[in-house]
C-alpha cells in the first residue's frame, strides 16, 4: 500500500496531452485573483473594476477607489495591469454574446457573467441543476486506487513548480493526510485545520494556484490520488455548465447558498448536490422524467457506474463519484438523464455495461481533440484502454452533422450512450459495511479507514472509536482488518463518517476474511436465539405424530435414495424409480416437508424469510434454519422416517409423461449415495457392487435393486435432456474450481476444476422437471399469488455485437434463440483437445449479454409472456426442491399444500409475495457473490502456499494494452497488462471491425537473434505463471515467453 505521501509525489509532474500548450505566466495572477473572489472586499473591487473598463472605453483612466481597493488587497499593480487575455476556449467565462478577445478582457467578461449570476442561479435550482455544474467540478477524493489516504487540496503543478512544491510538502506534512479546504472547521467529516496550517495553505494556493483547462487531462497519478476523473466542461447550449474556475456569486438568494457563502473562507463547499424530495421524484417517474434502478459500480473501475435502461437497450452510464451521489454499489436509485451534449461515446455495445475497457486509440483521439474543441479527452490511468470521449458542447459527426437516433452507430462504429447523475436513493441495499484497514493521521481528532472495496469511500472513524492503544502504537495495526459501518455521508465531505464495528484479525487469514465478507455483505451469521429455537419439536429424539402420518401417502417401502455431493449434510431431494408391469415407470422426486416445522409468521418463519438463502462457502455453510432442522429432522438422512412433499410421474422410457400426482408423503431413504457413487453405478453397469464400496444400505433393498433404479433413471434423464435441447433449452456451464481441505487447518491443500458429470445430469433433469410441474400446477390454483422464476432474454444490443465478432472470428454461432445458441455452443468448436477450452472461452462470452434469473409474482406481472425462463425455455418455472436452503421454495410449499387442501390456510397475500421474492432476488445475488469471494479467498491463499503455478492459458478478450486469459489448469480469469510483461520490448494494437489483436514483440534473450513476434487474439494459447503479490491474498498471472516453435 503505497503511502500518501508516495502518492503525492506520483502527482507532482501530471503528463500533459499532446493538444496541450504550456500555460502562459498572466494565467498564475488570474488564478490567484479568481481564489480570492470569496472575499466581500475583492467583490467590491471587482464590481469597481468593471465600472472602470466600461469607464475607460470612454477614454478615462481607472479610479482611484479601484487603487485604493487593489491597494487594500495587496494587489501588485503590475499584476492590476497585466489583464490576461489569452484564454483559447470561448465558453471559459464569456457570455453566449462574447465578443472578440481583443475588444474585451477576459477578467471584465467574467465581471458581466458576475453580474448576471444571481438570476441564473434561480433559474438553474428550479431546472434542478445539480451544484456540481453550477459552481463547477470537484476534484473527488472520496476513493482511492490503492486504498490509500490522499489530501483534498489541489495539487495543480507544473514542472517548474515541483521544486517549490517539495519545499512547500515539508511545511505541510502535517496536513497531507486528509482532504483540506482552507478555513474548514474540524469536525469528524473532514479534517480540521489550525490557525498556523491555514497560514501554510493560503501560501501554498498562491504558489501552485488552480490547474487552467488545459491541465486538466487525468493522468494514471492523478487517478491512484482519488481525484475525480471528469473534466471541467464548456457551457452547454442550454446554459447548464459551468466552468471549473468559475466563482459563485458574492451575493445569493437561496437559504442554502447564504448558509454556505456565511462563513467566508472558513465555508464548506457543496460536493454532492442535495437529494429531490420524495414528491418530486414520484411526480418526475411519472412524467417518464427520471428513471429508476439498481446501481452497479465496476469493481475495476470504480470511477464507473451503470443502471440499466428502461426500454432494455445500453445501460445509463454515470461518470465519477460526484454523479454517484453517495450512492453505493446495489443501492435502488433514481437517476437523472444528463443534457445529451454530456452523453458517452463508446465504441461498442459491450463497452456500454462496464465490463471492458473501451478500445479508442489514443493517437487518433488526441488528433481528433486538437480538431475539435468540443471534445474533451480522458485519460483514465496508464492504460489507453481506460480511454473514454465525450462529446461535451454539441453532437456532431466527425463530418459536422448531426448525430441522429443515439441507438444508431456513426459513420465510424461509434455509439452514444446516455449518461445521468443520481437525484435519490430509493433503497439502500448496500450494507454500508466494509472491511478494510486503519490509519492514524497526526493532530487529527479521527482516523482514516481505508476500505478494501474501492468503490466505497474512505471513512472518519474518530479516535475514541478506535482500539485504546491505536494512537500510542498505530504500527500495530497496520496489517489488522476491520469492520466499519457507514454512519454518515454529508453532502459537504468527500468522506463518510463511520464506526468501527469489529476487529477480525489479520489480513490474508482466512477466517478473518471469511468474517469479513460474511459481514460486508450483510449474511447473518449469528447462533439463533431462543425464541427460534423455542420453535422447534422438544421431545428428541423426534419422531412423526401417529395423527400426521394418517394424512400422508406412505411410501416407506419404496426404494428410495439421495445422491449428493459427499460433503452435504441437508439433504433436501431424494429420487425412486420403479418398473410397472406394462414397461413405464413410476419416478418420484421426494422433497422435505419443511412447512411442517416452520409455520407461517412464527420466530422461525421470520429468520428464514430474512436469511432467504443458506450460505455456502469452501470450508462451511451459513444456513437459513437451525441445524437440528437442515442437518437432522428435514434432511432426508438415511434409514430414518422423514416428511416429505412428492411429484409422482408416470413416464415413458422415452421420457413421455403419462400421469402426475403431488401430495405430502413419508419416506425411508434407503441409502445416501454420493455423486460419485452414482456415477460409479452409470459407468459400470453390469457390474455387481459390493456393500463395502457403497455407503451403509436398507438390507430391504439390496445393492442391486439401487443400482437399477440408477441406471433407469439416468436412461429416463437422458431422454427427457434430449427432449429439452431439442426444444430450445440452453445451459451455459461455466468452470468452478472446488478445493481440497486439511481436516485440522480447513487451509487449501489442493485444488482442480469441478467436473459436471451423468449423475449431477441425472439429479438436474428430475429437479427441473419437479418444478416446471410445480410451476404449473401452483399458477393454474393461483393466478395471481403464484411466487415463480422468469429468466429473460439476453440484451439484443449486445447479442448483435457479439454476433458480428463470431462472425469475423469465423465461428458459426446462431444466437436467434436459447436453442440455437446451445447447438451452436456444441458443434462449432472443432474437434481437438482444445476444443473445451474454446467452448469455455465463448461461454464467457456468450455469458456477457444474459440477464439474471428472478424470482416474482405473478399478480405483479400482467402479460403471462415475460413469465418466461429464457435458459429453459419453459412457459413456467419455479423452485420447488431446495426448501431447506431457499427460502423461495417453502413459499412454493405453502402454495402448493394450500392448492391441494393438505396444509393450513394461506395467509400471504400478494403484497407479501412480491415483497418475498424480491427479497429472495436480493439475498440470492449476495449469496452468490460471497461464495465467489470465498474462493477467490482459498485461491488466493493457495497460490500463496503452493506457488508459483504454472499453466496454459486460453486469451478470452483483447483490449489495446492488455487481454483477459482463462487459466485452463484452474479454471481462474485474469488480466494481462503489456506494460507490465518482463522481457517485452514493445507491443502494437490493431482492431479490424470487432476483431481485436495484440502483437507482442520480445526482446531477444540472445542479442545475435531477431525479436521474438506473438499475435495475441481470442482463443490464442498462452503459457502463464500464477505468483502471489505483496498484498494479501492477491495473486497475478505472469506472461511467459513463448518458445521458439510457437507462434
Known amino acids: 500500500m503505497d503511502s500518501p505521501r508516495q502518492s ?38 471587482l464590481e469597481q473594476y468593471a465600472k472602470d473598463t466600461a469607464f475607460q472605453r470612454e477614454g478615462n483612466g481607472p479610479s482611484t477607489q479601484l487603487k485604493a481597493q487593489s491597494d487594500r488587497l495587496n494587489i501588485p499593480q503590475r499584476k492590476r495591469d497585466q489583464v490576461p487575455n489569452d484564454f483559447s476556449d470561448s465558453s471559459d467565462f464569456s457570455p453566449s454574446s462574447m465578443k472578440s478577445k481583443e475588444e474585451e478582457s477576459s477578467l471584465s467578461l467574467y465581471m458581466e457573467k458576475l453580474s448576471m449570476r444571481s438570476a441564473q442561479q434561480d433559474c438553474e435550482r428550479k431546472q434542478g441543476v445539480p451544484d456540481r455544474q453550477r ?158 434502478g439498481q446501481l452497479r459500480i465496476n469493481p475495476k473501475k470504480y470511477h464507473e457506474a451503470f443502471v440499466p435502461s428502461p426500454d432494455d437497450t445500453r445501460d445509463i452510464f454515470l461518470d465519477g463519484i460526484v454523479a454517484r451521489n453517495r450512492a453505493l454499489n446495489a443501492d435502488i436509485v433514481v437517476v437523472q438523464i444528463l443534457p445529451r451534449e454530456q452523453w458517452k461515446v463508446v465504441r461498442s455495445d459491450t463497452d456500454c455495461d462496464g465490463a471492458s475497457e473501451s478500445e479508442t486509440q489514443k493517437e487518433n483521439m488526441v488528433q481528433r481533440a486538437q480538431k475539435r474543441p468540443d471534445v474533451i479527452v480522458e485519460d483514465r490511468g496508464s492504460d489507453q484502454d481506460d480511454i473514454i470521449r465525450k462529446v461535451q458542447s454539441t453532437t456532431l459527426t466527425d463530418t459536422g452533422e448531426p448525430l441522429e437516433d443515439p441507438s444508431t452507430p456513426r459513420p465510424n462504429g461509434e455509439i452514444l450512450q446516455k449518461t445521468a447523475k443520481v437525484v435519490y436513493i430509493v433503497e439502500k441495499k448496500h450494507s454500508r459495511a466494509v472491511t478494510g484497514f486503519l490509519k492514524f493521521l497526526p493532530d487529527k481528532p479521527f482516523a482514516m479507514f481505508s476500505p478494501v472495496d474501492h468503490r466505497v469511500p474512505r471513512i472518519n472513524v474518530l479516535l475514541g472509536n478506535c482500539p485504546e492503544d491505536f494512537t500510542s502504537r498505530p504500527g500495530d495495526y497496520t496489517n489488522t482488518l476491520f469492520i466499519c459501518r457507514i454512519t454518515n455521508w454529508a453532502s459537504d465531505s468527500n468522506f463518510a463518517e463511520g464506526q468501527l464495528a469489529k476487529t477480525l484479525g489479520q489480513a490474508g487469514e482466512i477466517e478473518p476474511e471469511t468474517e469479513g465478507i460474511l459481514i460486508e455483505y450483510e449474511v447473518d451469521f449469528s447462533e439463533f436465539s431462543d425464541e427460534v429455537l423455542d420453535c422447534l419439536p422438544k421431545n428428541l429424539p423426534w419422531t412423526i405424530p401417529p395423527e400426521e402420518m394418517s394424512k400422508r401417502r406412505d411410501l416407506r417401502k419404496e426404494c428410495i435414495f439421495t445422491i449428493d455431493p459427499a460433503t452435504a449434510r441437508d439433504l433436501d431431494d431424494a429420487l425412486s424409480c420403479k418398473l410397472l408391469p406394462d414397461g413405464n415407470f413410476e419416478v418420484g422426486v421426494h422433497i422435505a416437508d419443511v412447512t411442517y416445522f416452520v409455520t407461517e409468521n412464527n420466530a422461525l418463519d421470520a429468520i428464514a424469510s430474512q436469511r432467504a438463502t443458506s ?64 456415477q460409479s453405478m452409470i459407468e459400470a453397469p453390469e457390474k455387481m457392487f459390493s456393500a463395502e464400496e457403497l455407503p451403509p444400505s436398507d438390507p430391504v433393498h439390496p445393492i442391486d435393486e439401487i443400482h437399477q433404479a440408477v441406471l ?109 445458441l446451445h447447438k451452436s455452443l456444441n458443434t462449432a468448436l472443432g474437434d481437438d483437445e482444445y476444443t473445451t477450452a474454446r467452448k469455455e472461452v465463448l461461454t464467457h462470452m456468450c455469458s456477457r449479454p444474459m440477464q439474471m434469473a428472478l424470482y416474482f409474482c405473478t399478480g405483479q406481472i400482467k402479460e403471462e409472456k415475460l413469465f418466461k425462463h429464457y435458459a429453459l425455455n419453459v ?142 487474439s481470442i482463443f490464442t494459447l498462452v503459457e502463464v505463471q500464477l505468483k502471489a503479490e505483496g498484498a494479501p491474498m492477491k495473486y497475478s498471472a505472469v506472461l511467459k515467453r513463448p518458445e521458439l516453435n510457437e507462434s
Not at 422423514?642 to 403431488?662: A, D, N, Q, Y
Request: proline residues 5%; charged residues 30%; positive net charge.
Open 615 to 678: 450460505v455456502y462457502m469452501v470450508q462451511k455453510v451459513i444456513p437459513m434454519l437451525p441445524r437440528l432442522l437442515c442437518e437432522e429432522l428435514c434432511s432426508l438422512n438415511p434409514l430414518t422416517d422423514r416428511l416429505t412433499f412428492s411429484v409422482i410421474w408416470k413416464i415413458t422410457p422415452e421420457g413421455k409423461i403419462l400421469s402426475e400426482w403431488f401430495g405430502r408423503s413419508v419416506i425411508r431413504s434407503c441409502i445416501k449415495l454420493s455423486y460419485d457413487h452414482a
Open 712 to 820: 433407469n433413471l439416468h436412461s429416463i434423464a437422458k431422454n427427457l435432456r434430449a427432449q429439452r435441447f431439442s426444444g430450445g433449452a440452453l445451459r451455459l456451464d461455466q468452470l468452478k474450481l472446488s478445493f481440497t481441505l486439511d481436516k485440522e487447518t480447513m487451509m487449501p491443500q489442493g485444488c482442480y476444476v469441478y467436473q459436471y458429470r451423468d449423475s449431477n445430469k441425472l439429479v438436474e433433469e428430475f429437479m427441473l422437471l419437479a418444478n416446471i410441474a410445480t410451476a404449473h400446477h401452483i399458477y393454474k390454483k393461483f393466478p395471481e399469488l403464484a411466487l415463480l422464476r422468469r429468466h429473460p432474454p439476453p440484451k439484443a444490443k449486445m447479442v448483435d455485437e457479439l454476433q458480428e465478432l463470431c462472425d469475423q472470428l469465423g465461428i458459426d454461432i446462431d444466437f436467434s434463440s436459447a436453442g440455437t
Open 135 to 292: 459552481w463547477g467540478q470537484r476534484r473527488d477524493t472520496a476513493t482511492s486506487q490503492d486504498g490509500d489516504v490522499e489530501s483534498g487540496e489541489e495539487l495543480s503543478l507544473k514542472p517548474k513548480d515541483s521544486k517549490k512544491h517539495q519545499k512547500q510538502q515539508k511545511k505541510n506534512k502535517e496536513s497531507k493526510e486528509t482532504e483540506s479546504f482552507i478555513g474548514r472547521p474540524q469536525s469528524p467529516k473532514n479534517a480540521g485545520t489550525s490557525g498556523q496550517e491555514q497560514e501554510k495553505m493560503k501560501k501554498s494556493k498562491k504558489k501552485n494556484p488552480p490547474k487552467q483547462p488545459e491541465e486538466l487531462n487525468n493522468t494514471e497519478e492523478a487517478f491512484k490520488s482519488g481525484v475525480d476523473t471528469q473534466m471541467s466542461r464548456p457551457k452547454s447550449p442550454h446554459g447548464k455548465d459551468r466552468k471549473l474556475l468559475q466563482p459563485r456569486a458574492s451575493s445569493s438568494n437561496s437559504p442554502a447558498d447564504k448558509n454556505r457563502n456565511k462563513g467566508g473562507r472558513g465555508s464548506k463547499k457543496q460536493v454532492f448536490e442535495s437529494y429531490m424530495t420524495l414528491e418530486e421524484v414520484s411526480h418526475g417517474l411519472k412524467r417518464g422524467e427520471l428513471i429508476q
Open 875 to 1016: 412457459p413456467l418455472y419455479t423452485h420447488f426442491t431446495s426448501p431447506i436452503r431457499r427460502y423461495a421454495d417453502i413459499v412454493v410449499h405453502r402454495l402448493l399444500a394450500s392448492s391441494l387442501n393438505c396444509g393450513p390456510n394461506l395467509g400471504l397475500g400478494l403484497k407479501e409475495v412480491h415483497k418475498q421474492s424480491s427479497h429472495c432476488n436480493d439475498k440470492k445475488t449476495l449469496s452468490k457473490r460471497v461464495q465467489e469471494l470465498s474462493s477467490e479467498l482459498f485461491f488466493g491463499v493457495f497460490v500463496k502456499e503452493c506457488g508459483p503455478l504454472d499453466s496454459e492459458a486460453m486469451v478470452m478478450g483483447v483490449l489495446d494494452q492488455s487481454f483477459d486469459v482463462l487459466v485452463l489448469r484452474y479454471g481462474v480469469q485474469k488480466r494481462i497488462y503489456c506494460k507490465s510483461v518482463a522481457g517485452l520490448d514493445t507491443f502494437h494494437h490493431r482492431k479490424v471491425g470487432k476483431k481485436s489483436e495484440l502483437t507482442l514483440i520480445w526482446t531477444p534473450e540472445d542479442q545475435e537473434k531477431a525479436p521474438v513476434e506473438q499475435i495475441i
Open 8 to 45: 503525492k509525489n506520483r502527482n507532482r509532474e501530471p503528463k500533459r496531452g499532446h493538444n496541450q500548450s504550456s500555460t502562459p505566466p498572466q494565467k498564475d495572477a488570474y488564478a490567484r485573483l479568481l481564489s480570492q473572489h470569496c472575499s466581500s472586499k475583492f467583490s467590491l473591487y
